[in-house]
T-cell receptor
Framework: LAKTTQPISMDSYEGQEVNITCSHN???????ITWYQQFPSQGPRFIIQ???TKVTNEVASLFIPADRKSSTLSLPRVSLSDTAVYYC????????????FGTGTRLQVFP | GAVVSQHPSRVICKSGTSVKIECRSL??????MFWYRQFPKQSLMLMAT?????????EQGVEKDKFLINHASLTLSTLTVTSAHPEDSSFYIC?????????????FGDGTRLSIL
């Protein structure tokens, strides 16, 4: 089964850059890497998705090394509203074995 | 972006009641919809995958007679928790994807908090 490993929690201060790394050693050739953000009592929200190298959008960057066994979500300048749980999800092909959410990383941003 | 609407957002009912939760994709056709369950401070656990017009595929340990899933159209899937008991109290979340969800992200609803008294 595809499995991801992330730090359980991280603390930061407003204005800092936050990098959250996810390990996915048994990623398959067809697997994409997707990151989601979840606030309490809400469904996850899509942040960013990538396959290799670097992807950037208006809210985050995603760095994926050549071996693709890990990925790093980078939030450039966090604010209090970025306090949430962040999940990385690997796969999504026609195999639901891949749709396994890990523990997620609980990010707490302080003023 | 793609919008998935889930209704109701919260249900409180007595033990033995059956509860239906709806999941709608508002601006795209969702060939595949997923149902998850999330307990407090835990991660999402996939319960079942439903494809339009066919029977749902349940994950191991999920009772199909307990959690009835119907995906009658490309924009609507329903989850019915039959004869709910307090241990069924949880946060239920649906998501929707196009057929080729290998490189398209899932779009999640905002969840339904089910409380069984």
């Amino acid at each position: 089964l595809a499995k991801t490993t992330q730090p359980i929690s991280m603390d930061s201060y407003e204005g800092q850059e936050v990098n959250i790394t996810c390990s996915h050693n048994n990623i398959a050739t067809n697997d994409y890497i997707t990151w989601y953000q979840q606030f309490p009592s809400q469904g996850p929200r899509f942040i960013i998705q990538g396959y290799k190298t670097k992807v950037t959008n208006e809210v985050a960057s995603l760095f994926i090394p050549a071996d693709r066994k890990s990925s790093t979500l980078s939030l450039p300048r966090v604010s209090l509203s970025d306090t949430a749980v962040y999940y990385c999800l690997v796969g999504g092909s026609y195999n639901t074995d891949k749709l396994i959410f890990g523990t997620g990383t609980r990010l707490q941003v302080f003023p | 972006g793609a919008v998935v609407s889930q209704h109701p957002s919260r249900v409180i009912c007595k033990s033995g009641t059956s509860v239906k939760i709806e999941c709608r994709s508002l601006d795209f056709q969702a060939t595949t919809m997923f149902w998850y369950r999330q307990f407090p401070k835990q991660s999402l656990m996939l319960m079942a995958t439903s494809n339009e017009g066919s029977k749902a595929t349940y994950e191991q340990g999920v009772e199909k007679d307990k959690f009835l899933i119907n995906h009658a159209s490309l924009t609507l899937s329903t989850l019915t928790v039959t004869s709910a008991h307090p241990e069924d109290s949880s946060f239920y979340i649906c998501s929707a994807a196009t057929d080729d969800y290998s490189n398209q992200p899932q779009h999640f609803g905002d969840g339904t908090r089910l409380s069984i008294l």
